[in-house]
């Protein structure tokens, strides 16, 4: 970061390469634009400086929806107009935040007219033209964000002016037609922390500056306070008891930027009781500062027994992430030679196989070097550690510890085969790998909800409960399950309150280090296979034995299958005694193959 009073005088032509023109009334958009669209030359730079999706919306404002790390709600930021005073351009942007999923906690904050609007089908749409609806945006302004840019381009300013928290009372409260109160008499409408919130943007928005001006900012908070507004029957009235604390918060650029007086003073805060100013140093903002703990990936497990439906579920789960650009690496660890799970993925992801065992039981040190070459890879946000069926979180989450330097720990996501619990639920029950895999998720999703009567899926779940009740629960077929679940479960507990954290089980994983030689497993591969037809492959099966729980690899078939043409590349999948088959993907650098996993089976060679 270049240091506060480098040597060369600040321009703005680093952002326009232009004389500002006033008589433009447009200046300020500009300045945002232009900045923008540079740090955007590259997504990864976009991306180092806390930016996650930007983009312009309809209508005759120029107006943005945005989102940036940190925060799981989309900005919205519309600009109202600009003035000279005083040889400085002065622009005024307002600034909306809309949550993203149901289950986010903002809306209990929020305006009750906010929540209306959240629950109409067309919400998401409209968001991303919020522009156009003024009077419906309204409800999730949270305040706004001030430009001021000296003419000769010596100056140059980014402020955010927002309420500590934004709050109003319904002073005769709020009822139903039937009479039951939605809101007490005195309760609080909202209680939006507008500030805090708008903070999230004020981060990348001041690094992208600083990183272009070539100059440190003089940051200074301010603060006045005024009578907060309530309601009554009436209509709106001053709130006798709440008082309002509004902070502006200003980044200033330029030789004189720690004298420069403060514009927006000339109103508001230059009232009585506006506090002195105070400077406070820039890595105060989030996301500012590069090596806080904040900006380590958070890194989830997910466990499973064999075939359970892993695989199947980070794919669709990783398509939901990327659409949203919350690009993540995955660290794939196989039970056996070859990775045919990294191959499933695909080219979109960022995939780091570890293949030589176990990661609960062997590879806590390549565990590492695989998340390093991630991140240098890709600055991701999430990381997903894809465990072997057979790996039990008890042992992998104290090894994680060791890795707080680079990662943070999220959740244990455990995806479990309905089939199984219905078919041998004292499985679960008793002390084992697929007890301790519930009993150590933070999340269980119910898969293969397909091949099950209701009535077991309910059994299923009451022996899932049984074991982990504190866990999310979700139901899931072909890992389809709400994904922004996932995320408000994460946001609501604090590491340490998630339910993996429970001492007894640390404690418990320590005593009894589970391995899987000790329970008899092992895999074999065939490779160079001929090409095969169904019941070629379903002979093969037998011969592994009855302690066979898993195959999979990739066949020429010679009579198809459902969906896949006569002699044509297939892949095979065997698990939970079903054996099924999907088109294999075009890039197969394996050869044809088989995996064999299972306990006491005898590998063969085919002769
Ligand atoms: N019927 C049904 N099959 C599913 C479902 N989810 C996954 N499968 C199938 O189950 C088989 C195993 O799925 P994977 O996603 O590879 O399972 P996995 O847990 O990653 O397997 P391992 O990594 O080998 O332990 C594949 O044939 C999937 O197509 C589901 O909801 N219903």
Known sequence: MPARGAAHPMNLKTIIPRPLDPSSCTECVALFRAALTRAYFSRAHARRL??????????????????????????GLRFDGEQIHNQKIHGCF???????????????????EALRRGLSPQYAETVRDFARHETWAAPFGIGWLHMEAALDGSFFRVALEAMARWRVRALDGICTNNGQWVIPPGGKECDVPQYRLGLHLMGPLVQTYTEQLEQTPYIRVRHTSRQATAYTKEGSCADPELTEHCLLLTADFGADAAASAIFLADDAYAAPGATIPVQRKIAHLPKYSEDTTQDMPVLHILTGFLGSGKTTFLRAWLDYLNGRERYTGVIQNEFGQVA??????????????????????????????GIERLKAAMPTETLILETTGL????????????????????????????????????????????????AGADVLLLNKTDIVPDNALLQAEACLKAINPRALLLRAQRGNVPYAALDAFFDEHSNSHLPSRRPCLEHMSVQ???THSTKNYSSFALTQLPPLTRRGISALLTRAGNGLCRVKGIVHLTDGAN?????????VQYAGGQLQFEPAPKNNPDGDYLIFIGRDITPFTLG
């Open 50 to 75: 806390g930016w996650r999706g930007v983009r312009p919306c309809g209508g005759p404002h120029s107006a943005w929806t945005l989102r940036v790390a940190g925060s799981n709600h989309v900005f």
């Open 94 to 112: 307002s600034l909306y935040i809309f949550p993203q999923h149901a289950e986010d906690p903002l809306w209990e904050r929020l305006p009750l």
């Open 340 to 369: 045919l799970d990294a191959t499933l993925l695909g080219t979109e992801t960022c995939v780091e196989a570890l293949d030589d065992g176990c990661v609960c039981c062997s590879l806590s040190d390549s565990l590492r070097s």
């Open 391 to 438: 790996a039990n979180p008890q042992n992998i989450l104290p090894d994680l510890r060791d890795l707080s330097d680079i990662i943070n720990v999220g959740l244990v996501i455990t995806v479990v085969d309905c089939g199984q619990v219905f078919r041998a639920p004292e499985d679960f029950a008793t002390q084992g790998v697929l007890h301790d895999q519930v």
């Open 512 to 514: 009894t280090h589970a």
């Open 563 to 571: 969906g896949i043409a006569r002699d044509a590349a297939a892949v």
